[in-house]
C-alpha cells in the first residue's frame, strides 16, 4: 500500500472563520473504519440537522497534505445516500493537492444535500462522509504552469 497522504486540523483561527471554536478540540482526523476500507471516513464536527430538501455546508476542520499525481475524492457514506438519498452538491469533491497551500489552509468543506422524504439528523462525532485517494495521469502535452493562489472554488475565477 502507498502512503501519500496526510491528513491534520486547520488552525483554530482558520476553523472559527466558519466553525464553533467550542468543537475545535473535538475534530477527529479522518480514519478508515478497517483494514479493508478504501474510504476515510469523514466525522462531524458538530451536530447537523439537514431537513428533507434542504442543504449543509459543513466546515470539517481538516486539511489534508497529498503527494503530487494524487487526489482525494469526496462521497457521502454510503448508508446515508441510501436511507436519505444524502448527496454532495458537487457530486464527487475534488481535492487536489495544491488545495493545502490556498490561502484558507486547504480547509475541507463538504456540502450536501438530503434529497429524501426524512430529515437526517447526524450527531457530533458520527461519520458522514468518506474519502478516497486516487492516483491520477496528466497528457504529455501537458503545459500548465499556474499556482493555485486561493481557497476553495478558486481555480474557476480565471
Not at 7 to 32: A, M
Not at 83 to 107: C, M, P, Q, W
Not at 137 to 142: E, R
Request: glycine share 10%.
Amino acid at each position: 500500500m502507498k502512503k501519500i497522504a496526510k491528513f491534520e486540523k486547520v488552525s483554530l483561527s482558520e476553523f472559527i472563520k466558519n466553525g464553533n471554536e467550542e468543537t475545535y478540540n473535538d475534530i477527529i482526523l479522518p480514519r478508515r473504519a478497517t483494514t479493508g476500507s478504501a474510504g476515510y471516513d469523514f466525522f462531524a464536527p458538530t451536530d447537523i440537522n439537514v431537513k428533507s430538501g434542504e442543504t449543509a455546508l459543513v466546515p470539517t476542520g481538516i486539511r489534508v497534505k497529498i503527494d503530487e499525481g494524487w487526489v482525494l475524492k469526496i462521497y457521502p457514506r454510503s448508508g446515508l445516500g441510501f436511507k436519505f438519498r444524502l448527496t454532495l452538491n458537487n457530486t464527487v469533491g475534488i481535492i487536489d493537492s495544491d488545495y493545502y497551500f490556498a490561502e484558507n489552509e486547504g480547509h475541507i468543506f463538504i456540502k450536501m444535500t438530503n434529497l429524501g422524504e426524512k430529515d437526517l439528523f447526524i450527531e457530533k462525532g458520527k461519520a458522514f462522509a468518506q474519502g478516497i485517494f486516487v492516483e491520477y495521469g496528466i497528457t504529455v502535452d501537458d503545459e500548465c504552469d499556474t499556482l493555485r493562489t486561493g481557497g476553495f472554488g478558486s481555480t474557476d475565477k480565471k
